[in-house]
């Protein structure tokens, strides 16, 4: 099988180690796998001439049977880390996958390049999923895509236990941090992996990870000696602008480019459908994204926009993760993300072609009030003993409360039934849901502060992240009106100090004496210094303060 993967001399050397144990000839093949090899997959299966980015060290490190996370922008080829190792080791890879239509997406395009990619999901018939779990259990895929969820169900367990792989991979792999924004509770059983195959490299891949959440991806993993790469860019081609305003409606109206690919997040699924309606009624051609349509809808809608037919797509957070579209040109967030991560990841779909990006988030005092940030989305401990107890909560809060307690594995009618846990269960609970809590309220204050910045906002998010020292970026909207502002200033300073010379002076030589400023910004300074009582206009003429 490996026989079709590589050049000539790999047929050579699989024909004398064929006789050895299968894990040796891995081992044995991986240790003599040169960049010129790598190269030449590359050339051969993708057409190009050289990597981009961390992908080299990264393939290399997942090769040579090290663990490793790797943090790669996106847009960089994260896939490719491990299509291209697939190619040439001889077992499938596991890849683990939080989205049913990413694991889909990635087969397909795993596919085009010539590799023997599976996926099993929730989606299948029982026949479908025998198949696969066939051709898996014979080592006759490259790649196989399951859910985290799916490594919790016994019948998989076993299959893979006594599965021949390569390695595993961990796609999206905040998903595994409290501190990155899609916290499930299956990925906390991850660990579990490096038990079950110990001999497997594991390697987790993301866009997003600050100090703290590589740290804890790390942790929760329970890999021994974990490699961290990383490759930081700053996306200083995305103009950020954030604005207090009530009429979000009407700024995002007047500063939608109708043309231009758009995405309008926005934080709930009712939301999309109203707004996408409203934009529908003045003329925008919207189209709605949210976990809550059927699949079919779902994909068309995404495909509409992918093809540019619609421009504009609003949608939850539910959208965007592993679409790559690069000439996407607008994207505004109607309200506040929770988390400075997800809002990095949602503003890095713009823009990936290194063009100009324009990036609006847009809030109102409601959206940063702290006790109404507490009231609707913190839980204490005492309070959620309270509430399983008396089901005293609003509906609101109890929707939450519901959604917390499955994320703690806790069964709604047992709680019910039984009103009180035992104590035992309480205490093993507690931690869990402190872990869960605690970083809700750390997340908002970071965005509070980034929110509330004078300072350039690329600078910040390069700080948050920990990445290198970067320079202000004179493209936040910090640093454009601080910029202009200084423009502003030194035009009115330059043409006073030209009148203060001269007794007068005619309006036309003054906007051509400052040719390299627009014809109408000299004329707003001429009026400002006019109404400041800085000098004196009279019939197309300027004259110094002290002559009349
Ligand atoms: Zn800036």
Redesign the pocket.
């Known amino acids: 099988m490996a026989g079709r993967k590589l050049n000539a001399q790999f047929f050579d050397f699989l024909a004398a180690v064929s006789i050895l144990p299968l894990v040796f000839k891995i081992q044995s093949l991986r240790a003599t796998i040169t960049d010129t090899t790598l190269r030449a997959t590359l050339q051969k299966h993708w057409s190009f001439s050289s990597f981009r980015s961390i992908q080299l060290p990264v393939i290399k490190s997942f090769i040579q049977n090290e663990s490793c996370l790797a943090i790669m922008p996106t847009g960089t080829g994260k896939s490719l880390c491990y299509q291209l190792p697939s190619l040439i080791v001889d077992a499938p890879i596991l890849v683990i996958c939080p989205l049913v239509s990413l694991m889909l997406d990635q087969c397909y395009q795993a596919t085009k390049h010539g590799i023997r990619a599976l996926s099993i999901h929730s989606g299948m018939s029982s026949v479908e999923k025998a198949v696969a779990y066939q051709q898996f259990g014979d080592g006759k895929c490259d790649l196989l895509f399951v859910s985290p969820e799916r490594l919790e169900q016994a019948s998989f367990i076993e299959l893979l236990l006594r599965t021949t792989i390569a390695g595993i991979v961990i796609d999206e792999a905040h998903c595994i941090s409290q501190w990155g924004y899609d916290f499930r509770p299956s990925y906390l059983k991850l660990h579990q992996l490096s038990e079950m195959k110990p001999d497997a490299p594991i390697l987790a891949l993301t866009a997003t990870a600050t100090q703290r959440g590589a740290a804890d991806i790390i942790r929760l993993l329970s890999v021994s000696n974990m490699r961290l790469i990383r490759k930081d860019q700053q996306r200083s081609n995305l103009r950020l602008h954030i604005t207090k305003l009530d009429d979000k409606r009407g700024y995002i109206l007047n500063h939608l480019d109708r043309y231009c690919a758009t995405i309008i997040y926005v934080r709930s699924r009712k939301h999309v459908e109203v707004f996408s309606d409203y934009l529908q009624s003045q003329g925008v051609n919207a189209i709605p994204y949210h976990a809550g349509l059927s699949k079919i809808q779902r994909e068309k809608n995404q495909a509409l926009w992918f093809s540019g037919h619609r421009q504009c797509i609003v949608a939850t957070n539910a959208f965007g993760m592993g679409v790559n579209k690069n000439n996407v040109r607008q994207v505004f967030h109607y309200g506040i993300p929770p988390t400075i991560e997800e809002y990095v990841q949602e503003i890095g779909r713009a823009g990936r072609d290194g063009q100009i990006a324009e990036c609006h988030m847009l809030y109102n005092q409601k959206d940063i009030s702290l006790d109404r940030f507490r009231e609707r989305q913190i839980i204490d401990w005492q309070g959620f003993i309270d509430a399983i107890s008396t089901k005293s909560l609003n509906v609101f809060r109890q929707n939450k409360l519901q959604s917390l307690m499955s994320k703690l594995g806790l069964d709604d009618t047992d709680v019910h039934k039984n009103r009180m846990l035992n104590q035992v269960k309480l205490r093993g609970l507690r931690t869990l849901f402190e872990r869960i809590q605690q970083p809700k309220l750390d997340h908002f204050m970071h965005m509070y502060t980034y929110i509330q910045l004078s300072s350039?906002?690329?600078?910040y998010l390069s700080h948050y992240f920990n990445h290198e020292e970067v320079s202000?970026?004179?493209?936040?909207d910090?640093?454009i009106n601080l910029s202009s502002k200084m423009l502003q200033q030194l035009d009115k300073a330059e043409i006073l100090s030209l009148i203060r010379s001269l007794h007068s002076i005619k309006i036309d030589d003054v906007i051509s004496k400052f040719s390299s400023y627009k014809r109408r910004d000299v004329l707003r300074a001429i009026s400002e210094l006019y109404e400041e009582e800085l000098l004196v206009c009279q019939d197309h003429m300027i004259y110094r303060k002290d002559v009349f």
């Open positions: 350039c906002r690329h600078v202000v970026c004179h493209n936040c910090n640093c």
